[in-house]
């Protein structure tokens, strides 16, 4: 099948082709053009008389699909009442000593029958769907013991087949929290014995910690890097989120594919990751939800990181789920242009999760996994809260259009 998006106001496309990653997005082009997509790929920049439909893109922007690539799908429930604990006073810590945070959320999955489960990110990925997101990342960290981690990760991948994103990747996030009856090294005993079991089901592609007060230390990260490395997987790491541990380091020397959080990041460590060809996931929603530190986002673009942002959809610290909102807080919140917000959730985004040879840019030979937006692409942080999207195109068809923007689309 053939189709044609006509007449766009902008097309954002890469300064040339073939980079896995943007350092520098301010260099994205967003200029008038048509986009041509034959047999499911990107087939050039001309108007296709011969087009099986057309998209009359007046007036909008064309660009890549939205990836989020740190999110805690598939969970059970919600805490809303601990999100009213939060602003209020009470701290992350001592709500997760009061049995709260994530120990409330393993406690609910391991209530919850699978079923349910699904059902209820099934329904999240669809309305992610709808504000833009075509392929998303999902991990474990709330089963709480070895068989609880291991059905959430079998939970993951039925998700993958009931989630309408055409793109899925799953994470083993083993070392979330100390599960009860361990210390945080006995845990790591049992995550080390687990993980040959992960790689050989391939249930995941890559391995995930959380370094904090609460949670894991530096030698458990690096120990984490051992195991991802002996097995072929990704090694991907939330740090410095609530405070300052220099972990950077520690997860640059283990060949880390992403560092997540980073409120706290140390000043010395800044550079050096700028230059690693390891991810900065940016997670700016969690850092308004949770009256967090603000990252170095400014800091880090200007001084060449990889720069991404991901929603880290998940019931406690960061219960949002549209990729259009978390650009319009970056750009407040960072200082940054809607190219560099925008780079971070398409092109950097799908290198994290290992896609950026198919999707994430708008080129010739890639997937045709398309957004038109209702307007500039300045206006995606600008309206914020609004939802741009007009309509997805998967794979060269025209997955979702929204009501108001069908007139758009012929035969």
């Known amino acids: 099948m053939r189709g044609s998006l006509r007449n766009a106001a902008q097309v954002l496309r890469p300064p040339e082709e073939g980079l896995p990653y943007l350092r520098r997005p301010k260099d994205l082009r967003a200029e008038p053009g048509s986009v041509a ?133 799953v994470t083993a996030l083993l070392a979330h929290t100390v599960p009860d009856g361990f210390d945080a090294d006995g845990w790591m005993d049992e995550v080390a014995r687990l993980v040959p079991r992960v790689a050989s089901e ?64 140390h000043p010395d460590d800044l550079r050096p990751l700028a230059r690693a060809e390891c991810a900065a996931v940016l997670l700016p929603g969690a850092e308004i939800m949770g009256a967090e530190e603000t990252a170095p986002g400014r800091a880090l673009a200007d001084a060449g990181a990889i720069c991404v942002l991901a929603t880290d959809c998940n019931p406690g610290t960061s219960p949002l789920q549209s990729l259009p909102l978390i650009v319009g807080l970056a750009v407040r919140r960072y200082g940054w242009s809607a190219r560099e917000a925008l780079a971070a959730v398409t092109l950097n985004a799908a ?27 300045q206006h995606v942080p600008y309206r914020f809260g609004r939802n741009p999207v007009a309509a997805v195109i998967e794979s060269g068809t025209p997955r979702w259009v929204r009501r108001d923007q069908e007139w758009r689309i012929s035969a």
């Open 37 to 169: 997509v034959a047999e499911g790929r990107i087939a050039g920049f001309e108007d296709d008389a011969d087009a099986d439909w057309v998209l009359d893109a007046a007036g909008c922007a064309v660009v890549p699909a939205f990836i989020d690539c740190h999110t805690h799908l598939p969970f059970a429930g919600w805490r809303a009442e601990e999100y009213e604990m939060k602003v209020t006073g009470v701290s992350y810590e001592e709500i997760a000593q009061r049995g709260g945070g994530i120990r409330s959320s393993a406690r609910a999955l391991a209530q919850a029958p699978d079923g349910e489960v699904v059902a209820q990110a099934g329904a999240i990925a669809r309305d992610m769907l709808h504000s833009g997101t075509f392929g998303l990342e999902c991990k474990s960290g709330y089963g709480g013991s070895v068989e609880g981690e291991l059905r959430q990760l079998r939970l993951a991948h039925a998700l993958e087949v009931e989630a309408p994103q055409a793109r899925v990747a």
């Open 202 to 265: 391939r249930l995941a592609q890559a391995l995930d910690i959380y370094v904090e007060s609460v949670a894991f230390g530096n030698e458990h990260l690096e120990q984490m890097g051992d195991l991802a490395t002996a097995h072929g997987l990704y090694l991907r790491a939330h740090v410095e989120q609530f405070a300052t541990h220099r972990s950077v380091p520690v997860a640059l020397a283990a060949g880390a594919r992403s560092v997540d959080h980073l409120a706290c990041l």
């Open 351 to 377: 290198w994290v999760l290992g896609w950026s040879a198919e999707v994430g840019s708008i080129e010739p030979g890639k997937a045709a996994d398309l957004l038109v937006l209702d307007g500039p692409i």
